[in-house]
């Protein structure tokens, strides 16, 4: 919980000094995450697309998805506890 924590605050701190590009790329998304979590994540609206053009990239904001999955392993961490594991 705490590392998730941790991650989440770095990709914040080195996003805003220019140290790490914002965006990904939906491919780099769904390999950093996972092709089904991203997709569902997008579907269910927590998750914004971003298309500057028709036919322009997919990208996807890296702070988004980093907060998205803090907050999914949160909660997966929590319905643990809940029982008993």
Known sequence: MLQGA???GGIVALTEVGQLRPYLSKAEAYRKYGRGV???WI???VITE???TPNSK???CRKQLASVAASQNLVQYIAS???GH
């Open 6 to 8: 941790a991650e989440l």
């Open 58 to 60: 997919v990208r996807l």
């Open 81 to 83: 506890t809940k029982n």
């Open 43 to 45: 579907a269910e609206g």
């Open 50 to 52: 971003k298309q500057d």
């Open 38 to 40: 991203v997709d569902n």
